[in-house]
């Protein structure tokens, strides 16, 4: 039997606390589980930080794709199989395809990847493509089957209801996560009846369409991930603790550029800061591998290296005001020279922070945004754009919500020398006028 | 602080300003892929490389003034036109130094058909690949546009003259 086909002798089960079991019965999957990489992912948080807000999302990236690789199957092997319009012989690369997607994150990836200008999707690619585990055993099922299956992370696969199974407005890729991520936080939000959009998901032409039957418990979906959105995956602390580890990065960077002796050198970011990075260096780097240098660069002499790594090993994060940029960015130059005046560093020490989520969009012929929409499937075989019917949704698609915070250490400012300088920011950030 | 977002303003500045949403995602792609130090993450899409981070991020800016953006019918679809404001071009001294090195690559690219600057821009999405490879998934991940010969040839000189 080819190595495609070939399946496990027994079935192998994972309990999941979200999709209670995860099935597996193909020997490439089960390679791939226990492969250098994916073992990996297990040493990365899906939340990055945010487990300095809600204590229990602890969640790896691991279980997620995990989760993702068992909707997808979900999909394949039970509502798509049989159906004329679904190809059967995508079923393995769609299913590699899932576990794998995330294969090239990072640690702390948002954080790391704005740093030091890195994108984890061509990690992805590299991992896929290059010398790994991963790829000897993708490369078992076929020669160009490593590269489908990157083609399919990097959404120019071919047979597009395969990409948007894993990337599109409603994937198996945030059905798990907003499922996981509000299991994992413990917020009430983020739950969505996902039993029902599998049943009434169809592949169509090229792409994947609900039944209109369906368009409420896909409204659930819209509205949950809105809710996650703002509730959890923006929470202004966890920003925090992500401006004050983007703050870290840049400090240890800026020391290395100008020659700085550390205590404890930065031996895995080394290549990072000079640019010269291996995926070799890449992979040896884990969540547990920085967390260790920020314990140690506690005690570094540099007060901003010491200053910002015990904020954040020790949650000292920076407190944060509502702010205006179109109205407020000559302040924003004001504040940051009072801080100067203050001795304190404001391109550490005053930052400037923005976020913004569109919930839903569709494309308009012309000249607008690049989503594809969510089509329904009517009872008569029209297909229709699901806020073309569905006055919920209408009612956010293509409104785009951003926030601005303004961050600083609320305690530097109470007290100690200057005083007076000190005292004009607190009444600077106090007024709002920032 | 707010560099990135005066990056734009700056580009579409010394661009004379920018008509089509696609235009400009494309223009900034390019650029960004010679080594002109934007920062915003791109994705293929629709229409090849695309950043939502640069449609917030543009939006945010009109929303905070330093951008106009205006609708031009255009018949069969409608095209917005992104200019910058006298607010916004004060903000855009915040920026040490002008984002491009040489100027003119601005009104080069913004004299290109939006089709062109996609097609170029997917070129270069697939730069990691052989020539021939990368014409290859053109074709497949641009079926219904039809690129001819020609236009592909036009398109890696232009590649060219951009990197001199």
């Known amino acids: ?434 | 602080m707010l560099q990135e977002h005066a990056k734009i303003v700056d580009f579409i500045a010394t661009a004379e300003g920018i008509a089509g949403r696609k235009k400009m995602q494309k223009m900034i792609y390019i650029l960004k892929k010679l080594g002109v130090p934007f920062q915003e993450k791109y994705e293929f899409h629709i229409y090849g490389p695309y950043s939502e981070e640069l449609t917030a991020r543009v939006e945010e800016l009109c929303d905070m003034g330093f951008l106009l953006e205006e609708l031009e019918d255009k018949g069969s679809y409608v095209q917005y036109k992104y200019t910058v404001t006298q607010e916004g071009a004060e903000f855009r001294n915040t920026l040490k130094e002008s984002i491009l090195d040489s100027p003119e690559v601005a009104g080069k690219l913004n004299s290109k058909s939006s089709r062109f600057l996609e097609l170029t821009a997917t070129l270069l999405y697939f730069d990691h690949m052989e020539r021939e490879e990368q014409i290859e998934k053109l074709h497949i991940v641009k079926a219904k546009l039809n690129f001819t010969p020609e236009e592909i040839k036009e398109a890696y000189a232009f590649i060219e003259e951009l990197r001199q």
């Open chain 1, 1 to 434: 039997m080819d190595y495609a086909s070939q399946k496990l002798k027994e079935e192998k089960v994972f309990k999941d606390p979200v999709h209670r079991y995860i099935y597996v019965r193909d020997q490439v999957i089960w390679d791939l589980v226990n492969s250098r990489e994916f073992q990996r992912l297990r040493r990365i948080k899906q939340l990055g930080t945010s487990y300095l807000v809600f204590h229990g999302a602890e969640h790896s990236r691991f279980s997620h794709s995990l989760g993702v690789y068992e909707i997808v199957r979900r999909i394949s092997d039970d509502m798509f199989h049989g159906r004329p319009e679904w190809d059967e012989s995508e079923r393995l690369v769609v299913l590699c395809a899932a576990l794998l997607h995330d294969l090239g994150h990072g640690p702390f990836s948002h954080s790391f990847e704005k740093v030091f200008h890195v994108d984890h999707e061509n990690f992805t690619r590299e991992i896929l493509l290059g010398d790994t585990e991963v790829h000897k055993i993708l490369t078992k099922v076929g020669a160009d089957f490593p590269k489908k299956v990157a083609e399919v992370i990097a959404k120019t696969y071919s047979n597009k209801q395969v990409v948007s199974l894993i990337s599109s407005q409603i994937d198996a890729d945030r059905m798990d996560y907003l499922q996981r991520d509000a299991y994992y936080t413990g917020v009430s939000y983020g739950h969505f009846d996902m039993e029902r959009i599998l049943r009434v998901m169809r592949p169509l032409e090229d792409q994947v369409v609900i039944k209109a039957s369906g368009m409420h418990a896909v409204e659930d979906y819209i509205m949950s991930r809105y809710q996650m959105y703002w509730q959890v995956y923006f929470h202004p602390v966890a920003r925090s603790a992500e401006v004050i580890l983007r703050k870290i990065l840049q400090r240890a960077k800026e020391l290395h550029d100008s020659g700085y002796e550390f205590a404890q050198p930065p031996t895995h970011f080394e290549a990072f800061f000079d640019r010269t990075f291996t995926l070799k260096e890449y992979l040896a780097l884990d969540e547990g591998v920085m967390m260790t240098y920020f314990q140690l660069w506690m005690t570094e002499s540099d007060p901003i290296l010491s200053d910002m790594s015990d904020r954040f090993v020790n949650r000292r994060l920076f407190q944060y005001v509502d702010f205006d940029p179109g109205k407020d960015y000559r302040k924003l130059g004001e504040l940051a020279s009072l801080f100067k005046k203050a001795g304190i560093d404001p391109d550490y020490y005053l930052v400037d922070d923005s976020t913004s989520d569109l919930p839903y969009d569709f494309y308009r012929p012309g000249e607008e945004g690049e989503r594809l929409p969510i089509h329904l499937l009517m009872p008569n075989g029209e297909i229709k754009e699901l806020s073309r019917l569905s006055q919920i949704v209408e009612a956010i698609s293509g409104k785009r919500r951003t926030d601005y915070k303004l961050y600083f250490p609320a305690e530097l400012l109470v007290d100690g020398k200057k005083k007076a300088i000190k005292q004009q920011i607190v009444e600077m950030l106090k007024e709002g006028g920032v």
